[in-house]
């Protein structure tokens, strides 16, 4: 049965404060233990697009051609070869690029204007999302060893589309700045009545500094400004609040051997 709800982040009654923790050097930390203050250009553009309808006008005009371009781009690598293939690889994969860092400022704008985010629940087994996701992703980005465990079922009650677009962020987000060879583990378990999803990537070590802030909007870690990664530093905090949504949350897990972005979510009882 499709449940379908909107949820304001932090502004309904009775939800628990499920903010993301990490785990650094020294003990725990938290990684929004700093206000969320809008400063300078980002409240300017927030009171702007609040009073133009920018955010309707960009969906509009912008995302529908730049879904037109990734389309056309896929055909004709079909029909290409040597250079002429590559330029329209590079073509596609700017739009692609272009299009996600749209997406996140208007789906950030339209949260801090209080829309919230909308939830279509429905009972999936998230081992077959997953798979299907990893599977796809693997496909997108073959220089890049992506591999899915699960042994087992783990039903949830949840937005498909919403956990989906989650574990992408944190699986692009692990292409990005993970140390090469990019080694990506997801794993599925179900921990105590709980969907437990890890993303793993082998990196440096993250900074106390950036981990504080790390789910917070607009930051960008040293390794994303030293390879001039394309974002906007919004995707963590974004993927934060879709696990908030569903009442679970994001974590980040620090090691030597590593980074582990953890979602725990609800799971279905039998």
Same mark, same amino acid.
């Given at each position: 049965m499709?449940?379908?709800e909107t949820i304001a982040i932090g502004e309904r009654a009775g939800t628990p404060?499920?903010?993301?923790?990490?785990?650094?050097?020294?003990?725990?930390?938290?990684?929004?233990?700093? &206000? !969320?203050?809008?400063?300078?250009?980002?409240?300017?553009?927030?009171?702007? #697009?609040?009073?133009? @309808?920018?955010?309707?006008?960009?969906?509009?005009?912008?995302?529908?051609?730049?879904a037109a371009i990734g389309y056309v781009a896929e055909v004709l690598k079909i029909q290409l070869d040597g250079a002429r293939a590559e330029q329209v690889q590079f073509m596609a994969e700017a739009a692609g690029r272009t299009?996600?860092?749209?997406?996140?400022?208007?789906?950030?704008?339209?949260?801090?204007?209080?829309?919230?985010?909308?939830?279509?629940?429905r009972r999936i087994d998230l081992r077959l999302l997953c798979g299907r996701l990893v599977?796809?992703?693997?496909?997108a980005n073959p220089e890049t060893a992506i591999t899915f465990v699960s042994d087992v079922p783990v039903?949830?009650?949840?937005? &498909? !589309?919403?956990?989906?677009?989650?574990?992408t962020r944190l699986v692009t987000n #692990?292409?990005?700045? @993970?140390?090469?060879?990019?080694?990506?583990?997801?794993?599925?378990?179900?921990v105590g009545g709980r969907a437990v999803i890890d993303v793993?990537?082998?990196?440096?070590?993250?900074?106390?500094?950036?981990?504080r802030r790390l789910f917070q909007p607009f930051v960008r870690g040293e390794s994303a400004r030293s390879r001039h990664v394309h974002n906007l530093g919004l995707g963590l905090y974004l993927s934060r609040d879709i696990a908030r949504a569903h009442a679970g949350h994001l974590e980040a897990l620090c090691d030597a051997s590593g980074t582990t972005f953890?979602?725990?979510?609800?799971?279905?009882?039998?």
């Open positions: 499709l449940e379908t404060d499920m903010r993301g923790g990490v785990t650094g050097v020294g003990g725990p930390l938290r990684a929004d233990s700093e &206000p !969320d203050d809008d400063i300078g250009p980002v409240a300017a553009f927030k009171q702007y #697009a609040a009073h133009t @309808g920018l955010c309707e006008a960009l969906e509009q005009t912008v995302r529908g051609p730049l299009d996600r860092m749209l997406r996140d400022l208007l789906e950030y704008v339209r949260m801090q204007e209080g829309e919230g985010i909308p939830i279509a629940r599977d796809t992703l693997q496909r039903p949830s009650n949840c937005d &498909p !589309d919403r956990i989906a677009l989650l574990l #692990a292409i990005e700045h @993970g140390a090469e060879p990019r080694t990506i583990r997801v794993v599925l378990r179900d793993w990537n082998a990196k440096p070590p993250i900074g106390p500094d950036v981990l953890r979602v725990t979510l609800r799971r279905c009882r039998e």
